[in-house]
């Protein structure tokens, strides 16, 4: 390619050409567009660079917020352990670290199934009733039956730990022995005059459908299964297809 220069007024008139070949003409474009691109790629980096910049401020509010939040979980951690210690010496003041005779109610029964001499005689009749407290720890009740409050509870929840001894209430025959989205591992037993007893949330079951059990005879073990939210025994106990409140069936072992 020739380029023709006429110069426009001045003493010197005269023109003058240039020429460039097109390979030398594509060469220059290519490091013009390369020094394009390197210069965009330049601003995006600065532009990038400087967004981030832009919330190193925030970043560091976030910090310290984060920091004062951890000072307190830690000063609550400490608050907690101080309460724990008097909680202990509580506990130990009034005696109730010190160990209890258990007496007939808290232990399991023999794997014969015989009675202990420690037990007391239980009329046949009896036996066969929903009438015993059905752990062998005391637990405490931490939700009434639905005739002492408002709602659709055929039954109380006992607060114990997971993996205590769960007795059946009375002697009887295992309708059903399971799991339920709701009740978790669960046993329902039939005793006699149309009683039945059901025991829920066991963490695991000693028994089966159809299976025959003695009063006080182990048949589960308590825990946290289905719907629940801490380890606890669900009790209910129904009459003629009716649920009846346990604490008027049952009686409360007291502390010992």
Not at 110 to 137: C, F, Y
Not at 167 to 182: C, F, L, W
Not at 191 to 210: C, D, I, R
């Amino acid at each position: 390619m020739t380029f023709i220069v006429v110069p426009h007024g001045g003493r010197d008139l005269n023109t003058r050409s240039f020429e460039i070949s097109y390979r030398r003409l594509r060469l220059v474009g290519g490091v013009l567009a390369v020094a394009a691109i390197v210069w965009l790629l330049m601003a995006g980096s600065w532009i990038f660079v400087s967004a981030r910049a832009a919330r190193v401020p925030m970043l560091e509010r976030e910090v310290r917020r984060l920091e004062a939040e951890n000072a307190q979980v830690a000063e609550l951690a400490g608050a907690l352990r101080r309460l724990e210690a008097q909680y202990d010496q509580v506990r130990a003041m009034l005696g109730a670290d010190r160990p209890t005779d258990p007496g007939s109610i808290w232990l399991p029964p023999a794997e014969n199934g015989a009675s202990r001499a420690s037990e007391p005689r239980v009329d046949s009749t009896q036996a066969h009733l929903p009438t015993a407290w059905p752990l062998t720890a005391r637990g405490f009740v931490t939700r009434e039956h639905l005739g002492r409050i408002p709602g659709q509870h055929p039954g109380i929840d006992i607060a114990v730990s997971e993996g205590s001894y769960v007795r059946a209430s009375g002697a009887g025959i295992v309708e059903e022995a399971g799991r339920d989205d709701i009740y978790g591992n669960f046993v329902r037993i039939r005793h006699a005059a149309g009683y039945q007893s059901v025991y829920g949330h066991a963490s695991e079951l000693f028994v089966a459908t159809s299976d025959t059990v003695a009063l006080h005879e182990v048949i589960a073990l308590s825990g946290n299964t289905g719907r629940s939210t801490a380890p606890h025994l669900h009790f209910e106990i129904w009459k003629d297809g009716q649920p009846i409140d346990p604490r008027s069936q049952v009686d409360q072992p007291e502390s010992r």
